[in-house]
Each structure stands twice: as C-alpha cells, then as structure tokens.
C-alpha cells in the first residue's frame, strides 16, 4: 500500500491511502518504508514521523527505530534481531560522545510497553550498536532516546 503517514499519536498512525484517511494501530503495522523526494528506491533515514520536535527515524532490519539526540543523525543503523515471539516497545535513554559512538544505553524508559527482560536486552545491544555523525564541535557527551518496536 503506498500513501503518506500523516499522523502518529497516541500508538495510532493515520495514513493517507488514496485521499482517504485510514487508522492503524502500531502493534498492527510490521513496517513502513520511507521514499525522499518522489523517488522510487526506499530512504536510508527518513526524518520525523512522529509529532515530537527533532525526532527522526531511521530502517533498521525491516523495523523503524526511532531517535533523538539533539542535531544528530544515524550513520549506521542499530542491528535489531528478535528471536523470540515476543512483542513490546522499548525506550532506551542514550548516551552519544562527540564522535558518534553511544556511550550508555539504559533500556526501559518512561514510554516502553514491555517488561520482558530479553527485549530490554536486545534494546540495549541494538541501541549500542548504532553510530551517530561525528560532531567535532558537539558537547562530549548528549543525551537522548531511542524507541524500537519488537
């Protein structure tokens, strides 16, 4: 189905499918693909989805994670595997240095849906294993979140 996320609030996406607004729930949808600029091939990294100011989102194996850290973008995404059935959103609290490396991941913050001790820990290692741009003049160290759904 090819149309355009207008919204997401709420844990509900409308989208635009044809001029007719349609409403999904988020646990419903399994992934959506971004296009930049009309073309047909998918974006790396496809800016805001959400209605938070500054928050971007980026394709991690079939799976949208998304992030803010204060003027940074992901050069290389998380590596997101699940192994398991289990479903369930986790907020990890980040911490990135001036070089783009995630310095502390701290899953399980105030937004996540899950208790589940294996997605919190496959959070924590998919968090870590991003890289953010290198910002030279950036503080040593800015804080910020990612939200990845198993």
Known sequence: MNGKVVSLTNGVITFDFKGNNMKFNVTEVKSILFEEGGSTAPAHVSGT??????????????????????????TKPPMINNLTQEKGTVVVSITVDKYGHVRKATPGAEGSTTKSEYLLTKAKQAAESALFNNVPNAPLEQNGYMVIVF
């Open 49 to 74: 989805v959400t209605g938070e100011p500054g928050e971007k989102s980026v394709t991690a194996n079939n799976a949208v994670v998304r992030y803010k850290v204060a003027d940074r973008t992901i």
